[in-house]
C-alpha cells in the first residue's frame, strides 16, 4: 500500500497565500486518486478537493468543495509523486489540520499526521 505524508502547514494571515504537499511512498499513478481533506477546531473531518492521478487520462479530474472552490487547487507531479494543495485568499475558517489520503487510505482507516494550517485574522 502507498503511504502520503503531509507537509507545508504553517501561520498565516488572513488573505494569503500557503501550499500544501502530499508525497506518497510510490507511484501516484498506482493510487488512482488523491483527496485533501481538514478537520477544523471540534468538528468533523470533510473532503475538500480530490484529483485523479491516473496518469492514463491526458486531463487531471478535480473537484472541489463549495467552500473553497475558486481559492484552492490541487495538482499532481509525477515525477516526483506529489499532490499539491494551493490554498490562496485564506480565511480564518480555512484553520484546520489537513490530511491528504487515497481511496484504499480512507477504507482502511488509515490517517496520517497532518499538517496544521492556522489563518490568523
Known amino acids: 500500500q502507498v503511504h502520503l505524508v503531509e507537509s507545508g502547514g504553517a501561520l498565516v494571515q488572513a488573505g494569503g497565500s500557503l501550499r500544501l504537499s502530499c508525497v506518497a511512498s510510490?507511484?501516484?499513478?498506482?493510487?488512482?486518486?488523491v483527496g485533501w481533506y481538514r478537520q477544523p477546531p471540534g468538528k468533523q473531518r470533510e473532503l475538500v478537493a480530490a484529483?485523479?492521478?491516473?496518469?492514463?487520462?491526458?486531463?487531471?479530474?478535480?473537484g472541489y468543495a463549495d467552500s473553497v472552490k475558486g481559492r484552492f487547487m490541487v495538482s499532481r507531479d509525477y515525477a516526483k509523486n506529489t499532490v499539491y494543495l494551493q490554498m490562496n485568499s485564506l480565511k480564518s475558517e480555512d484553520t484546520a489540520v489537513y490530511y491528504c489520503?487515497?481511496?484504499?487510505?480512507?477504507?482502511?482507516?488509515?490517517w496520517g499526521q497532518g499538517t496544521q494550517v492556522t489563518v490568523s485574522s
Open positions: 510510490g507511484s501516484i499513478s498506482s493510487i488512482n486518486s
Open positions: 489520503n487515497s481511496p484504499l487510505g480512507v477504507a482502511s482507516h488509515y
Open positions: 484529483i485523479s492521478t491516473d496518469d492514463s487520462a491526458n486531463y487531471a479530474d478535480s
